[in-house]
Antibody
Framework: EVQLVESGGGLVKPGGSLRLSCGASGFSFTNAWMSWVRQAPGKGLEWIGRIKSKTDYGTTDHTPVKGRFTISRDDSRNTLYLQMNSLKTEDTAVYYC??????????WGQGALVTVSS | VLTQSPGTLSLSPGDRATLSCRASQSVSNRYLAWYQQKPGQAPRLLISGASSRATGIPDRFSGSGSGTDFTLTISRLEPEDFAVYYCQHYDTSLSLSFGGGTKVEIK
């Protein structure tokens, strides 16, 4: 069974940093392309970016607005990361990690809530 | 840009639901997907490649369309189908985008 478990969410002050983790199991993480999606309270889904598998050079693509965010992976730990810097109040959202398969996001974690507030 | 309509659909169990997703320019069917999200839950993939149901998705859900116009149809609404539905386009070279969502609510 595919499982994605996000952790590391919480309350952070504007201008602060936070790193989310996503532990993966039940599939070959090494070969998987992964992504992060967020959802502000009461709003729709917003894609943050993706990271390819190492066999596909492990390159990342981020949306321009997310220049403050960096996606990385540790295949030895089956873990995906989202490093978020210079956080703003508008970054308050639930953050989901997902797998990417056949041009869609086929498995999602339960989400991690990040609240940016003074 | 993906535009979904209507914003809200008020229907009764047993009704047929027709949800629209319109792209600002023509997209390949391969890159069009649909998701369902219930309150407090993560989204779930329903349809990929515009018309292929994901594993475990009941056959009352179907996707169709091409070019700029795509449709998600729920043939007979079950109580558990009342949720928000999102379409998504995957641009292999640049990014991925979602429509604004359609809420299917009980009338």
């Amino acid at each position: 069974e595919v499982q994605l478990v996000e952790s590391g969410g919480g309350l952070v002050k504007p201008g602060g940093s936070l790193r989310l983790s996503c532990g993966a199991s039940g599939f070959s993480f090494t070969n998987a392309w992964m992504s992060w999606v967020r959802q502000a309270p009461g709003k729709g889904l917003e894609w943050i970016g993706r990271i390819k598998s190492k066999t596909d050079y492990g390159t990342t693509d981020h949306t321009p607005v997310k220049g403050r965010f960096t996606i990385s992976r540790d295949d030895s730990r089956n873990t995906l990361y989202l490093q978020m810097n210079s956080l703003k109040t508008e970054d308050t959202a639930v953050y989901y990690c997902t797998t990417i398969s056949a041009y869609s996001l086929d498995f999602w974690g339960q989400g991690a809530l990040v609240t940016v507030s003074s | 840009v993906l535009t979904q309509s209507p914003g809200t659909l008020s229907l009764s169990p047993g009704d047929r639901a027709t949800l629209s997703c319109r792209a600002s320019q023509s997209v390949s069917n391969r890159y069009l997907a649909w998701y369902q999200q219930k309150p407090g839950q993560a989204p779930r993939l329903l349809i990929s490649g515009a018309s292929s149901r994901a594993t475990g998705i009941p056959d009352r859900f179907s996707g169709s369309g091409s070019g700029t116009d795509f449709t998600l149809t729920i043939s007979r609404l079950e109580p558990e189908d009342f949720a928000v539905y999102y379409c998504q386009h995957y641009d292999t070279s640049l990014s991925l985008s979602f429509g604004g969502g359609t809420k299917v609510e009980i009338k």
